[in-house]
């Protein structure tokens, strides 16, 4: 119940993120060919929502199990085997995601927010851009711990 709540409300962030990357973009067209006068900040505003659905929409695929995986291997071997084989892949997941998602994202966090680094043309901290790298590690793992209680693997 938790997990569909979840995965609604990544799914309706995902969508907004996308809506508010169309808009911007034809603003950007708009002012850029129609008034001739670009505006400053659609460039950027489109990369870091970008960021935001990649990450994010990574971490959301995650928990739907449509990532791309390689299952040659795992078909040839037994169900018992396969089972074993899953539940290494999802803990190698669980730790690739707290290593390099939390805990390097957290660092990456951290330090912009001490230097107090901010965007050129729209001043945001770029802590908050980068908020979603931990946030998204939290959330693979997350998925994967439920995957692997789900399944008794």
């Known amino acids: 119940m938790l997990r569909q709540k979840i995965d609604k409300g990544i799914a309706s962030l995902l969508s907004l993120i996308m809506a508010l990357m169309v808009i911007n973009v034809l603003w950007q067209v708009f002012t850029r060919f129609v008034m001739s006068n670009p505006s400053s900040f659609t460039d950027e505003l489109a990369r870091y929502l970008m960021i935001w659905v990649g990450v994010l929409g990574a971490a959301y ?21 396969q089972k074993k084989l ?13 290593l390099v998602f939390v ?19 729209l001043h945001i901290p770029l ?6 790298i931990p946030l998204s590690g939290l959330l693979i793992i997350y998925y994967k711990m439920n995957d692997i209680l789900a399944k008794k693997l």
């Open 61 to 81: 695929i995650s928990g739907k199990n449509m990532h791309v995986a390689i299952d040659f291997l795992s078909n040839k071997l037994s169900e018992n085997k």
């Open 86 to 98: 899953s539940m290494l892949v999802h803990l190698i997941v669980i730790l690739f995601a707290l």
């Open 103 to 121: 805990i390097g994202g957290l660092r990456l966090v951290y330090i912009t927010a001490i230097l107090k680094q901010y965007s050129p043309a």
């Open 127 to 132: 802590a908050v851009v980068y908020a979603v």
